[in-house]
């Protein structure tokens, strides 16, 4: 059978046998010719669309290849949507979403206007989002919003306090759709390893502040401590989602 045709050849025709790629410790055999960039074989091909070209230091949405006696060992990326993203369970999400989605989270995830009490009511005075997310020119966030609790706790504070950016919008969203979301970096922040998700949600202030939001307000179902070790789990596992 002829694998290639090219002018110049025998009938046109040239052999180049199947190559095999081992990628996060699955086997593949691509039909491709040897001149294609891995790259494109890894998105192209086999469909691992979350890897991309990055730069030598990053430590994910790299692809490193070894040729091995016509056997490629690729490290894929670990952040990618990629096969191997889906061999762990995708149930361990559902700690991660418990908290997410609980009204100390997704009240400053909101798109015009952030929500208050745990029936995510609109906020009261109304505000809105403003450019910027920090509300309109003429009332800030921080007019009332310090870096802590003030008025004896009644009005929550902490460093930053805004709304999330809209394109981390999870209001109406499912566990499946937000999971997908914070792994992509057009909709996450432009967090682009999983080191930047980890560290983003275990240091953010206002993150901090919803494990302890202070008297009279409920807390995530998880501790910030216990949120973090679930969500390096769920990372370790390749970041499976819901389906």
């Known amino acids: 059978m002829c694998s290639r045709r090219l002018p110049g050849w025998p009938d046109g025709c040239m052999t180049v046998p199947m190559l095999g790629l081992m990628i996060n410790g699955k086997s593949h055999q691509v039909d491709v010719s040897p001149e294609t960039p891995l790259l494109w074989v890894l998105r192209d091909v086999l469909g691992m669309t979350g890897t991309k070209f990055g730069w030598p230091g990053r430590d994910v949405m790299r692809t490193f290849a070894l040729p091995v006696l016509g056997l490629l060992v690729v490290a894929a990326a670990a952040c990618s949507r990629s096969e191997a993203a889906q061999v762990g369970d995708p149930g361990l999400f559902e700690p991660i979403a418990s908290v997410l989605t609980h009204p100390r989270c997704i009240n400053c995830h909101q798109d015009d206007s952030p929500r208050q009490t745990d029936a995510k009511i609109r906020h009261l005075p109304l505000v809105v989002r403003g450019a910027d997310g920090h509300g309109a020119p003429t009332q800030q966030c ?43 970096p057009a909709r996450n922040g432009g967090r682009r390893s999983c080191g930047d998700v980890i560290e983003h949600m275990k240091v953010h202030p206002r993150g901090l502040w919803a494990g302890t939001p202070g008297p009279g307000r409920t807390t995530p179902p998880l501790s910030h401590e216990k949120f973090v070790e679930v969500l390096e789990a769920w990372v370790k596992a390749g970041m499976p989602c819901p389906r």
Not at 143 to 155: K, L
Not at 158 to 184: F, H, V
């Open 142 to 184: 921080q007019t009332c919003h310090q870096t802590t609790n003030t008025a004896a706790g009644v009005v929550p504070g902490a460093k930053g306090w805004a709304l999330a950016p809209l394109s981390m919008l999870w209001e109406g969203r499912t566990p499946a759709q937000i999971c997908e979301q914070i792994k992509d």
